[in-house]
């Protein structure tokens, strides 16, 4: 058998046949109905709402979490998978199901009270629910430790003040688990999580115009004035900033993996584009320069392969280090953009044009490169590990 130019490392061979069944199921949706879709939504700036009944019906918000609260008690690399199959098409796709899934679902199924999770989950998963995850500020991005959203104790509720930005799916969300931090008389406390619905009075959701990338994801801010929440809404698990933390390692991994379908698109596009396109009497293909990017490009691919798995595999034994995930995100964030900017440049002039998938995982990647924490908080965080010096600032 020949090598698989997007496989070279043949990562496939580690995958369980349950897992490949899993994959192509995505791979078949993707290419039916969601490929189909993208391009025009990139252009007009909005996400394809048709796709979350859709994307609820085949299990695929929430796979991870147990059949009970509507999951599939799906494994790590399974749920992988189904992440990479989904950024095949548009980071924007997936990132609305690793919102969906691992920011919301998450943070209500680990910090959230019975109650919580029997009312949101079971909609959420079936896509009849949107939901978003509200911890960046207009002045706290990197350092959300930062964050001014203010939750003051009202009679036996609370009253949020404060503004969130850059937030996916808000928009178009029904609930927000919004990041607040205690205000009391002793001053700044904890770091709570609460559960505000869309129409709740004081909380408003708009959307962020003008990105020149995730052009098909729907992004917002929320302004929260004097909102009043009973006590029910708060997450009674959460405690401090290592719960939206904790959560951020689910969004994460689904990162590490999702930018591996981002990548193999763009290295399939260019490297058809570059065994067809002539120039100087032979397929460009041909020349050394082209075959150093491909090269380049595919041995990347190859290695971030393997990282997605490994740190899958070491979730499933219940033994991925925080420090692990931010090693994959980081590295597989910056490979698939590099990826993307080779592709670009393969395909010429055509690589500018929309007609054409890398440009649009290009600008998509940058987005990937600096959210879920950017490639310099991830690269100081391992640093912190590796040399047991914090050189974050604080
Ligand atoms: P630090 O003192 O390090 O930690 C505070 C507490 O949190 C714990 N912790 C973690 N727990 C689980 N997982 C992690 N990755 C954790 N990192 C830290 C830590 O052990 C501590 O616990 P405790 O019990 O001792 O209090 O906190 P710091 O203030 O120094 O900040 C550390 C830093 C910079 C790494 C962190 O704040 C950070 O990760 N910053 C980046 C922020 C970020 O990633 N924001 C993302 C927002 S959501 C988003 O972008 C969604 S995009 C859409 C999509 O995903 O598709
Ligand atoms: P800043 O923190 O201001 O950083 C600016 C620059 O300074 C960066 O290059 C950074 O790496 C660098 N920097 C910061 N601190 C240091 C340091 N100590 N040393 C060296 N360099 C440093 N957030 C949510 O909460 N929920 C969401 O759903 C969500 N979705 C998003 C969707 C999109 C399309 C985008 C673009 C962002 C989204 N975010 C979301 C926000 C995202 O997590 C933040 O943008 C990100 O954490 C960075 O924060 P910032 O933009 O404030 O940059």
Known sequence: MPLDPLDLLESERWLREDERQIREAVRRFVDQEVLPLVRDAWEEGRFPRRLIPRMGQLGLLGADLPEEYGGAGMEAVGYGLIMQELERADSGIRSFASVQGGLVMHAIYAYG??????????????????????????????????????????????RLNGSKMWITNAPIADVAVVWAREESEAGPGRVLGFLVERGTPGFRAEPIHHKASMRCSETGSLELQDVRVDEQARLPGAESLRAPLSCLDQARYSIAWGTVGAAAACLEEALAWAQARESFGAPIAARQMIQERLVAMASNLAEMRMTALQVGRLKEAGELDPVQISLAKRNNARKALEIARQARAILGASGISLEYASIRHMLNLETVETYEGTYEVHTLALGRTITGFNAFGR
């Open 113 to 158: 009270s019975e109650e919580q999770r029997r009312r949101w989950l079971p909609p959420l998963a079936r896509g009849e629910a949107v939901g978003c995850f509200g911890l960046t500020e207009p002045g706290a991005g990197s350092d959300p430790g930062a964050m001014r959203t203010r939750a003051r104790r009202d009679g036996d509720g609370w």
